[in-house]
């Protein structure tokens, strides 16, 4: 076995950008609701109008009545930021979201009325308290013209008009009372004169962060991020995307399997793409098992699609890169027919485990290293795999990813196991005697009152029977983006319990559509982690039973796909990855030179 095959690149050891981009950005899906987003919001509000006017000794009743002006210009100033933004990064804004910033600007502005407080308490100087109170009120607009300038403007000073309104309209009710004004106005003056120091610093500090970087805008790449993960919209995203990608080929396998129509079979599309899902929901593939299946899809067939062995190297920049790819698929080139099968093969090694069969002189392999825990395999395995199955004699090599249980990328010896085990089984079904085979498919699509899980993709759960030379076993293919540890095991277990009846191996499409959007620490959800294995494990019954009543004689069709599409690459993606975590580390060491100047205007202003 050649010793290159068996090394891994530093890069394929890595955790891809993908994880990154989904660390930087998981908070924005963890809001709070609209209701409590208001009432947070309100909660820092009613309290500076509490201390302000408890100082300057208003009567409860006075408290009471502003307080509830608080809390209705409040609302006020949040519809006003989303009618003002309403035209802008479309479907980004929302009431919710525009709400949670008002929870943090306001934090701020109590939180240097409570700076006031203590300088009131040594000093007993109501007018150091007012101008700390005008100040927090300067620093809330600080802190939306840092949201507002990043978030939905092409340049950070254009949303400085609309950083100040809510906080200016909102002072008034707080401060209500022309001797507030009149009586301090010198402390007035200073306070002022120190916010505007804070919001001229701001915009610089945004400028210094939006200084184009390897070609592009920091600022703008964020934005573009922000609307496709949480508007939907990837256009300028993919934008950026396909102004950096390269043109290459792929191949795509694909295998038609007929059973007897007369029993409704549908002809089962088994495809194992030459591109690899992702980068991220909903940008470019990240749905490509659920487009391929839209594209194939007819009431006389149905597609079920496999994770190849590949890796973010082949994502495609947009959707209209998935369309030219999907379109491309209609047009295979078939180079085998027939009508025999062997039996299924399992061999293993170590931590790993190859499962095969052949369809005449189409070998289907299987690879896992579950329960251990796997990711993406590397592209060599498919390469060594397919250079053997041709030197036995093979048409055609289906290598197939299962991407059935989490983990990292396989290390040196687990990539020669995988390898070593492979070639047994392709050593063993070379040697088999093939026979005519039946042949029976059914869809979860197809189970009337069937709703899947939120950690299964819109292509659904295919289950494919087989029966030939005295044995009969099943393959599921799964849209999800791998399983969780051991729930592979459970439900192979599960379904023998059940069924009496073989399942060979569970496959997952490696879908990114649900990729980043999901409240845990992968940034997505895996199949197991809504579905208990006990309800798929049903859901596997029917199926199964749908497709026993359709088993009858079959027939195969293999056909290649050369495809010419543009790619991103990792390396791309560790750009604007890279890009990122530069732009990060500007920020933070701006936001530390801000906190220091932050600190300076506090102390000026509550000296003076």
């Known amino acids: 076995m050649p010793e290159n095959f068996l090394l891994l690149s530093a890069v394929e050891l890595k955790n891809d950008s993908t994880r990154n981009f989904a660390r930087r950005y998981g908070y924005l899906f963890r809001l709070p609701s609209t209701g409590r987003a208001l009432f947070f919001a309100s909660v820092p509000l009613i309290a500076v109008e509490l201390l302000a006017r408890t100082i300057f000794g208003e009567s409860p009743v006075r408290i009471i009545l502003y307080s509830f002006a608080v809390e209705s210009v409040l609302v006020i100033g949040i519809e006003i930021d989303l009618l003002a933004l309403k035209g802008r990064r479309k479907g980004l804004a929302s009431f919710r979201r525009l709400a949670t910033v008002s929870i943090l600007s306001n934090s701020l502005w109590l939180l240097f009325s409570l700076i006031g407080l203590a300088v009131y308490l040594v000093s007993k100087s109501q007018g150091r308290f007012f101008s700390l109170v005008i100040l927090g009120a300067f620093f809330a607009i600080c802190f939306r013209a840092i949201v507002f300038g990043s978030v939905f403007y092409d340049k950070p000073t254009r949303g400085l008009p609309l950083a100040i309104v809510q906080p200016v309209i909102l002072l008034l009710p707080v401060a209500a009372s022309t001797r507030m004004f009149s009586s301090y106005m010198t402390n007035s003056l200073i306070a002022v004169a120190g916010g505007i120091v804070a919001i001229v610093g701001i915009e610089i500090y945004l400028g210094l962060i939006n200084k184009p970087n390897q070609g592009y805008k920091a600022l703008l790449l964020l934005q573009a991020f922000l609307t496709a993960w949480t508007a939907g919209n990837p256009s300028d995203l993919e934008h950026y995307f396909q102004t950096s990608s390269e043109e290459r080929g792929v191949t795509t396998e694909i295998v038609r399997l007929r059973g007897s129509t007369q029993k409704g079979n549908p002809v089962a599309i088994l495809v194992v793409p030459g591109i690899h899902p992702g980068p991220f929901s909903p940008v470019g593939s990240s749905n490509l098992p659920g487009d391929i299946y839209t594209k194939l899809r007819s009431e006389s067939s149905i597609p079920v699609i496999f994770h190849s062995i590949s890796d973010h190297d082949l994502n495609l920049p947009s959707k209209e890169e998935v369309k030219k790819y999907a379109e491309s698929l209609e047009k295979s080139e078939i180079i085998e027919t027939g009508k025999t099968i062997s039996i299924p093969v399992v061999a293993r090694e170590g931590k790993a485990t190859a499962s095969g069969f052949a369809l005449g002189k189409t070998l289907l392999i299987t690879l896992t290293l579950s329960p251990y825990g796997m990711e993406d395999l590397p592209g060599k395995i498919r390469n060594t795999i397919e250079e053997e199955s041709s030197r036995n004699g093979y048409r055609a090599c289906l290598v197939i990813d299962s991407h059935n249980s989490l983990g990292e990328k396989p290390d040196e010896i687990e990539t020669e196991n995988l390898l070593r085990a492979s070639s047994r089984v392709i050593k063993s079904l070379s040697n088999q005697t093939q026979n005519p085979f039946g042949f029976g498919f059914a869809h979860s699509s197809e189970i009337q009152n069937t709703k899947v899980n939120s950690d299964i993709g819109p292509a659904g759960v295919g289950l494919l029977l087989f029966e030939g030379n005295g044995s009969r076993f099943s393959v599921v293919v799964v849209d999800a983006n791998n399983s969780s540890l051991g729930f592979r095991e ?115 202003v509550a000296m003076l």
């Open 490 to 604: 459970k439900v192979m277990d599960g379904f023998k319990q059940e069924t009496s009846e073989e399942l060979l191996e569970i496959c997952t499409s490696d879908t990114h559509v649900t990729a980043a959007k999901a409240q845990n620490a992968k940034g997505y959800l895996a199949l197991g982690d809504v579905s208990s294995p006990e309800a798929f494990v049903t859901l596997l019954q029917s199926l199964l039973e749908k497709a026993r009543s359709r088993l009858s004689p079959a027939s195969y069709e293999t056909s290649i796909v050369s495809s010419s599409v543009r790619t991103i690459g990792s390396r791309v993606l560790n750009n604007f990855s890279g890009l990122l975590d530069e732009t990060t580390v500007i920020a933070k060491r701006g936001a530390q030179v801000f906190g220091l100047l932050a600190m300076l205007i506090t102390f000026a």
